[in-house]
């Protein structure tokens, strides 16, 4: 008798396995959401009602691409992209139209109002009036030049591709490079994923470079000594996240970095030390998926925001 119970007792829980077995396998949807992924969507609307600043102009470029933004010592905008160079006054009219053959990715105007342009492998120096005043030679066949910074006598130039920046004279002649990983120095290498690699030059006459790979700022002399360095890898608001950013900065008045972002589109600003301080403009103010949010900061200390997405420089400046 009590063995005749085991085997009925046996015979039910197979069954009742089974079941669910079946019940498993016909009827359950499949979980196919990654546990690891983050949700964007979250960050994207996070920051929505802290900035600081507010949109106070829209200027339309006529430009096919647009793709590098910069201004000169009196105030002027120019816009870089494909097959041409647009000027436009402090006000936002257009003042002149530039012709020229190929996408200039990024410019930078001299303090004598040399325009440079960054041509995927190599340099070309163009005059307001229209006419190339040289051209250098290329940086190889896998040079991607995304950024350009003019100080005196020094031209440096980031390149993506060769994940170095360029110490050259105005005529084109290397002088050094710098970035290049060396344990010795504490130089950690760039890590550049995708094709957004910046720098520029503080008035204080140091070389500051993004090493977007590692969410971080390097500070550098001419000669290619790393000075100090600051990280901000964070999903918060206060950091930067995705494989690379950030993608571009510009500084305002010297003292601060303004920045922004690809895969969640925002501006925001921080001190030369790293400490966050406020976000200009927020994600939903873009095109989920723009990237390319090149800066550049007017006299006025106006933040200019170049959207190739809409095709426009968009203007902010602090709410009042």
Partial sequence: MKQKIIIISAIILLFTLVAF?????????????????????NIRTADTAKAVYTETQQIKTTLEEIHGIATDNSGKIYISGKDGIEVFDPSGKSSSKLKIAGIAQSISVSGNGDIFLGMQDHIEIWNTSGK??????????DAVITSIAVKGNDVFIADAGQKVVYRCD????????????????GVPGFIIPSPYFDLGISKDGNLWVVNPGRHSFEKYTF?????TTWNKASMSMEGFCGCCNPSNFAFLNDSLFVTSEKAV?????????????????TPDQFEAGTKGLDLAVDKKSRILVLDPVKMLIRIFEPKK
Avoid: C, H
């Fill in 21 to 41: 077995m079946a019940k498993d396998f016909f009827f359950s949807k499949p979980d196919n959401t990654n546990p690891y992924a983050f949700d964007l969507n």
């Fill in 132 to 141: 190339q005043a040289s051209k250098w030679a290329s940086f190889g066949p």
């Fill in 170 to 185: 105005l005529k084109g002649n290397l002088i050094n490079k710098i970035g290049l990983k060396d344990p010795a120095t």
């Fill in 223 to 227: 000669d290619g000594a790393l000075i």
């Fill in 265 to 281: 589109e925002r501006v925001k600003i921080y001190n030369t030390d790293g400490t966050f301080l406020s976000i200009v403009a």
